[in-house]
């Protein structure tokens, strides 16, 4: 029903950027709170940053300054630019939305993960 394609993922030296793009498609009717999380090997997946349909953004202390979120209603597509990169941002970065979308009988609201999308970040 929705299908979330990530890009932008790769490898970066210490110090560097990167910016990741998720484009969300479908049948959806509006899309609620969307976001970014993380998980490096070995550990728990775990949040980078969301925001709400309205702009309001929550960003986890261990990016905050370095990273920011944003998105583009019109196009159902949010963003996370990276600056400073740390190779502890190394990680498969995951996009997240929660979604109305047009069902066969009703309408559903729906959770809905991408494949993630790898950055490496080098010292």
């Known amino acids: 029903q929705v299908q979330l394609v990530e890009s932008g993922g790769g490898l970066v030296q210490a110090g560097g950027s990167l910016r990741l793009s998720c484009v969300a498609s479908?049948?959806?009717?509006?899309?609620?709170?969307m976001g970014w999380y993380r998980q490096a090997p070995g550990k728990q997946r775990e949040l980078v940053a969301t925001?709400?349909?309205?702009?309001?953004?929550n960003v986890a202390d261990s990016v905050k300054g370095r990273f920011t979120i944003s998105r583009d209603n019109a196009r159902n597509t949010v963003y996370l630019q990276m600056s400073s990169l740390r190779p502890e941002d190394t990680a498969v970065y995951y996009c997240?939305?929660?979604?109305?979308?047009?069902?066969?009988?009703?309408?559903?609201?729906?959770?809905?993960w991408g494949q993630g999308t790898l950055v490496t970040v080098s010292s």
């Open positions: 479908g049948r959806i009717i509006s899309i609620n709170d």
């Open positions: 997240n939305i929660h979604c109305w979308v047009r069902g066969a009988g009703r309408d559903e609201y729906l959770e809905v």
């Open positions: 925001i709400t349909r309205a702009g309001r953004t």
